[in-house]
T-cell receptor, first 112, second 114 residues
Framework: QKEVEQNSGPLSVPEGAIASLNCTYS??????FFWYRQYSGKSPELIMF????GDKEDGRFTAQLNKASQYVSLLIRDSQPSDSATYLC????????????FGRGTSLIVHP | GAVVSQHPSWVICKSGTSVKIECRSL??????MFWYRQFPKQSLMLMAT?????????EQGVEKDKFLINHASLTLSTLTVTSAHPEDSSFYIC??????????FGPGTRLLVL
C-alpha cells in the first residue's frame, strides 16, 4: 500500500514569513512529486512538480526533494493571506502506472 | 495551456435520476483521465482511471454499474451517476494528463441529490 503522509495542520504563519510544508512517502520507487493547492470549495491547482533530488524554485515557491529520506517539502516565502489553502502532496511511480497517490493535505493559514 | 473544463459546475437532481458530467481537455490530448470525489473537509478520493478507448479501471469499493465512465476521445470523458441518491451528493472532480506527465484538474462539479 503506497502511502503519502502530510500533517493535516492547520499550520499558522504570519504574513511575510516562510511557510514550510512537509510530505513523506512510503514507496521508495517513487519518481514524480507534485504539490497542489486547493482553496476551500475549489478543485486542486498545480503549483510545482519535481523529479530530481535537490531544490526547485518557482517564484516564491521552492520544492525540496530528498529521495534517500523519502521526503518532499514545499517552502513558501513571503507568505500572503491569499496563500491560505490546503496543500496537497502527490507522488507517482512507474510501478503504479504513474497514477498519483495523494496525501490528505495540510491546511495553511497565513494571518495578517 | 493545460486547461481542463467540466460541465455542469452545479447540478441538483431528484433521487433516482441519472446525471452526466463532462470533462474536457481544451488544449491538449488527454490519454488518461481521472475521476475523483471529495466530501466536505475530506481528502480527494480516486474513483476511477480511464484511458482513451479502453474501459475504465475502478478503485476498490466504487460501483462500476453506478458510476459509468466513458472516455471516447482524447479530449472528452464523461461520468454518469446512475440512479443517484442523496448519499451520492458530493464534489466530483476530473483531471487529465497527456502520457505520464502532470495531471491537471477541472474545476469540479457539485452534485446535490434531493
Amino acid at each position: 500500500q503506497k502511502e503519502v503522509e502530510q500533517n493535516s495542520g492547520p499550520l499558522s504563519v504570519p504574513e511575510g514569513a516562510i511557510a514550510s510544508l512537509n510530505c513523506t512517502y512510503s514507496d521508495r520507487g517513487s519518481q514524480s512529486f507534485f504539490w497542489y493547492r486547493q482553496y476551500s470549495g475549489k478543485s486542486p491547482e498545480l503549483i510545482m512538480f519535481i523529479y530530481s533530488n535537490g531544490d526547485k524554485e518557482d517564484g516564491r515557491f521552492t520544492a525540496q526533494l530528498n529521495k534517500a529520506s523519502q521526503y518532499v517539502s514545499l517552502l513558501i516565502r513571503d507568505s500572503q493571506p491569499s496563500d491560505s489553502a490546503t496543500y496537497l502532496c502527490a507522488v507517482s511511480s512507474s510501478g503504479g502506472s504513474y497514477i498519483p497517490t495523494f496525501g490528505r493535505g495540510t491546511s495553511l493559514i497565513v494571518h495578517p | 495551456g493545460a486547461v481542463v473544463s467540466q460541465h455542469p459546475s452545479w447540478v441538483i437532481c431528484k433521487s433516482g435520476t441519472s446525471v452526466k458530467i463532462e470533462c474536457r481537455s481544451l488544449d491538449f490530448q488527454a490519454t488518461t483521465m481521472f475521476w475523483y470525489r471529495q466530501f466536505p473537509k475530506q481528502s480527494l478520493m480516486l474513483m476511477a482511471t480511464s484511458n482513451e478507448g479502453s474501459k475504465a479501471t475502478y478503485e476498490q469499493g466504487v460501483e462500476k454499474d453506478k458510476f459509468l465512465i466513458n472516455h471516447a476521445s482524447l479530449t472528452l470523458s464523461t461520468l454518469t451517476v446512475t440512479s443517484a441518491h442523496p448519499e451520492d451528493s458530493s464534489f466530483y472532480i476530473c483531471s487529465a494528463r497527456a502520457g505520464i506527465e502532470t495531471q491537471y484538474f477541472g474545476p469540479g462539479t457539485r452534485l446535490l441529490v434531493l
